[in-house]
C-alpha cells in the first residue's frame, strides 16, 4: 500500500485552498482557492466526479482559515464520521450571487434528472418538493438524486 507525505500547508495569508496529491509525480499541488468555503468544495466535488471517471484515485486535504490561523479540515469527500454531520452554513459574508447561481445549478440538475425519467408536467407541488430539495441538499447530493432519476427513466 502506498504512503502519501501529509499535505503541506499553502503558504500566505489564510484562505480556502484544497490540494490535491499526484501520486505519478508525489507531489501536493493547490485544486482549488477562495476567499470563501463554498466555491473551494464546489471545486472539490467536480474534480472528484472527473479524476474517477477517469479511473484515478481521489486524495484531497482542504485547508482554511480558523482563529487566524491555517488549519486543515476534513473534506466532505473522506470516509468517517464527517460524511454523516451536515455541512458547515456558509458564512453570511459569502457573495449572494454565488449561493444564487449554486442554488439555480442544483435546481437545473434536479429538472434535468426528472425529464431525463420522462417527467415533464409537474404540478405547484413538485415545484415545491423541487425547490425543498434545492435549498437542504449539497450540489453532490443533488447530482445523485438526479442519476438515479435518469436511470430509471433509462429503463
Known amino acids: 500500500m502506498e504512503t502519501r507525505p501529509e499535505s503541506p500547508r499553502p503558504q500566505g495569508a ?4 484544497a490540494m490535491y496529491y499526484q501520486p ?3 507531489t501536493w499541488r493547490t485544486a482549488a482557492e ?3 468555503r463554498s466555491p473551494v468544495l464546489h471545486a472539490l466535488g467536480e474534480m ?3 479524476l474517477r471517471a477517469r479511473g484515478h484515485e481521489v486524495t484531497f486535504a482542504l485547508w482554511g482559515p480558523k482563529d487566524g490561523d491555517w488549519h486543515r479540515f476534513e473534506t466532505p469527500l473522506e470516509p468517517g464520521p464527517a460524511a454523516s454531520r451536515p455541512a458547515p452554513e456558509a458564512p453570511a459574508s459569502e457573495p449572494a450571487p454565488l449561493a ?7 435546481h437545473q440538475v434536479l429538472m434535468s434528472g426528472l ?3 420522462g417527467l415533464y408536467d409537474l404540478s405547484p407541488e413538485d415545484d415545491a418538493t423541487v425547490q425543498a430539495l434545492v435549498e437542504r441538499l449539497d450540489e453532490a447530493a443533488v447530482r445523485r438524486v438526479a442519476h438515479w432519476l435518469a436511470t430509471a427513466g433509462a429503463r
Do not use: F, L, Y
Open 14 to 17: 489564510p484562505r480556502w485552498v
Open 24 to 26: 505519478a509525480a508525489q
Open 34 to 36: 477562495s476567499p470563501h
Open 48 to 50: 472528484t466526479q472527473t
Open 100 to 106: 444564487e447561481r449554486m442554488t439555480g445549478r442544483r
Open 115 to 117: 425529464g431525463k425519467a
